[in-house]
């Protein structure tokens, strides 16, 4: 597991209840690993927003932002969040419409006792860390 540099970040990690921190941990190590893995990303800042843990591309800014965090209204979930103002959801609707549950223009949800389909996951990741740069490159 990949240490924490940000103790604020870690705090808010330790307060989650064990089975949820377990899924968002792993959400977490999928982030970094796909920032890693994803040309032209480069280091991923972990920070807080909206008191949840949050991912940025500020070396590179090549993405939009990802959050992670517990589903307040079931206790039983968990989401990975977008920005709300871009097309990732919709993109992943069309490209992935069995594989996920999603809520609304903003987020996919995952209870804790689902399968997470990871290499679904890891594309919807990497689309969202070069969101920007695809977005430029493409007009």
Not at 68 to 78: C, D, L, V
Not at 126 to 139: G, Q, S, V
């Amino acid at each position: 597991m990949r240490s924490f540099s940000n103790s604020t970040v870690a705090r808010i990690f330790d307060a989650y209840p064990p089975a949820i921190r377990s899924k968002l941990l792993t959400l977490r190590a999928l982030i970094f690993a796909t920032a890693a893995n994803t040309a032209g990303v480069g280091e991923i800042e972990e920070t807080l927003k909206w008191g949840e843990p949050a991912y940025l591309t500020i070396q590179s800014r090549s993405g939009s932002t990802i959050r992670i965090g517990a589903k307040k209204s079931n206790p039983t979930q968990y989401a990975i969040f977008f920005n709300c103002k871009t097309d990732l959801i919709e993109t992943f609707r069309t490209l992935f419409p069995d594989e996920f549950q999603f809520d609304g223009n903003r987020a996919i949800v995952f209870d804790v006792a689902d399968e997470v389909p990871m290499d679904a996951l890891k594309i919807c990741i990497a689309a969202t860390l070069t969101y920007h740069r695809n977005k430029t490159t493409a007009r």
